[in-house]
């Protein structure tokens, strides 16, 4: 028997009309989606692919949100046990994830178990949320000269960043907005940065003026930070 194929499918940040033709073509086409599931009972990718996954078989793999690495590889390792048994019986299976597979994605720790056991996986591009942000702020990410710098908000130490002569984006701000919104006042950047949180998504939050948020943001919150434009 023919063993099926992995695809990771980037679904955009959140808006159903950001996806991709192909992602669209992919997801129609398995028999099985793999469902990032990180136990809150929210399943934010099989919501976004709305009508696409009906009738499909669900596989509910753990993403756990924590980071002892022990705990997080034992559970793509699960993850990469579930997956290869649909592969195996030669069903093809679609990983769903939000955004772009390569960009801070849980789906590429997946996608090198899976390949290191020998099967076929293919990664399908889907719009990055700082893009969508961009756009939905009516602003350029960079131009000319200008440099981009991507960053984890939970990244320890944001003074190397921040320091950086570069545009910056703050991915997944939602627990560090105060410690964010503090290191960026201390180094002048503040007035310079916006938010957009769950852009395209039910709850969207648009603020050009991060300044101005004055309570928390979820999870899915993006801040931009324009160093080449004055305030």
Same mark, same amino acid.
């Given at each position: 028997?023919?063993?099926?194929?992995?695809?990771?499918?980037?679904?955009?940040? /959140?808006?159903?009309?950001?996806?991709?033709?192909?992602?669209?073509?992919?997801?129609?086409?398995?028999?099985?989606?793999?469902? !990032?599931? &990180?136990?809150?009972?929210?399943?934010?990718?099989?919501? =976004?692919? /709305?009508?696409?996954?009906?009738?499909?078989?669900?596989?509910?793999?753990?993403? $756990?949100?924590?980071?002892? +690495?022990?705990?997080?590889?034992?559970?793509?390792?699960?993850?990469?046990? #579930?997956?290869?048994?649909?592969?195996?019986?030669?069903?093809?299976?679609?990983?769903?994830?939000?955004?772009? @597979?390569?960009?801070?994605?849980?789906?590429?720790?997946?996608?090198?178990?899976?390949?290191?056991?020998?099967?076929? %996986?293919? =990664? =399908? @591009?889907?719009? @990055?949320?700082?893009?969508?942000?961009?756009?939905? #702020?009516?602003?350029?990410?960079?131009?000319?000269?200008?440099?981009?710098?991507?960053? !984890?908000?939970?990244?320890?130490?944001?003074?190397?960043?921040?320091?950086?002569?570069?545009?910056?984006?703050?991915?997944? &701000?939602?627990?560090?907005? /105060?410690?964010?919104?503090?290191?960026? %006042? &201390?180094?002048?950047?503040?007035?310079? %940065?916006?938010?957009?949180?769950?852009?395209?998504?039910?709850? +969207?939050?648009?603020? @050009?003026?991060? &300044?101005?948020?004055?309570? /928390?943001?979820?999870?899915?919150?993006?801040?931009?930070?324009?160093?080449?434009?004055? $305030?």
């Amino acid at each position: 028997m023919k063993q099926g194929k992995l695809y990771g499918v980037g679904l955009g940040p /959140g808006d159903p009309e950001l996806l991709t033709c192909k992602a669209r073509r992919i997801i129609q086409q398995v028999p099985v989606l793999a469902v !990032p599931d &990180a136990g809150r009972g929210e399943k934010t990718a099989l919501a =976004i692919a /709305g009508e696409l996954a009906e009738g499909k078989r669900l596989l509910y793999c753990a993403a $756990p949100m924590v980071r002892d +690495e022990a705990a997080l590889d034992a559970a793509y390792a699960r993850n990469a046990d #579930l997956v290869c048994a649909r592969l195996d019986e030669g069903e093809d299976v679609a990983f769903l994830t939000l955004g772009d @597979p390569t960009v801070y994605s849980t789906y590429l720790y997946l996608h090198r178990k899976v390949v290191a056991r020998g099967y076929e %996986a293919e =990664i =399908i @591009p889907g719009v @990055p949320s700082f893009c969508a942000v961009a756009a939905r #702020l009516g602003t350029a990410l960079c131009e000319k000269s200008e440099r981009l710098l991507i960053v !984890p908000a939970s990244h320890r130490d944001m003074s190397d960043c921040l320091e950086a002569d570069a545009n910056l984006v703050f991915m997944k &701000a939602g627990k560090e907005i /105060g410690v964010l919104k503090e290191a960026l %006042a &201390a180094h002048g950047l503040l007035d310079r %940065a916006s938010l957009v949180a769950n852009c395209g998504m039910e709850g +969207e939050l648009v603020c @050009p003026r991060f &300044a101005d948020l004055e309570e /928390g943001s979820g999870y899915f919150s993006v801040v931009l930070v324009k160093k080449g434009e004055e $305030p």
